[in-house]
């Protein structure tokens, strides 16, 4: 897990305060899955154009609705501070010095489309994405830097870390027990 996280300060709240023993992981796989490849996580499986994205939006969009304080929040590993594409984000951008990070709501899941999901949940945009809860009075707002208070308030309550894998087609899906 190490390998996936940067060290910024969110990424080293995080590994402080989770193990992945503390977890079970799981994945969102085809019906007609070639099993002997499950752990061969750098190779696709959508060759034939399926997609993970409805799985991932309801998995993500539960998530979010089901606690008012509930966010997702992921890294963007191919951008930087001041990239042309950071603008093109379509949540909420935070940073952690040159790292850039997108988040999402309990409030913005209702309201935003599958458009949203799409753009922001494919794995090409960010290696790793948490699940956890922020109270609104100390949310980041847009273009702010995170803070110390903040990722270790996320880091403490991550419920779910979603792990890029199968050449960015899928994640492994980490739950705390």
Known sequence: MNEMFW????????LKLISPDQGKVLTFLPDDYEWDHLYRFEESWLADG?????????YVRTFLQSAPDRIAIGQAKLLSRGDKWVPKIQS????????VY?????????RNTRD????????DWQPCML?????KEIRPTDGSDLTLEQCEYMASHTEV?????YDFDG???WELR
Do not use: C
């Not at 994205?53 to 309801?58: A, D, G, I, S, Y």
């Not at 909420?92 to 790292?99: K, P």
């Not at 949203?116 to 794995?123: A, D, E, K």
């Open 171 to 173: 994640y492994l899906i």
């Open 7 to 14: 060290d910024g300060k969110l990424d080293s709240a995080l």
């Open 131 to 135: 699940l956890t809860s922020l109270p």
């Open 50 to 58: 399926r997609s993970t994205v409805p799985f991932m939006e309801k």
């Open 92 to 99: 909420l951008v935070h940073f952690d010095q040159d790292r």
């Open 116 to 123: 949203w999901m799409q753009f922001n949940i494919t794995g």
């Open 161 to 165: 870390i979603l792990l890029s894998a």
């Open 102 to 110: 997108w988040s999402l709501s309990n409030d913005d899941a209702r």
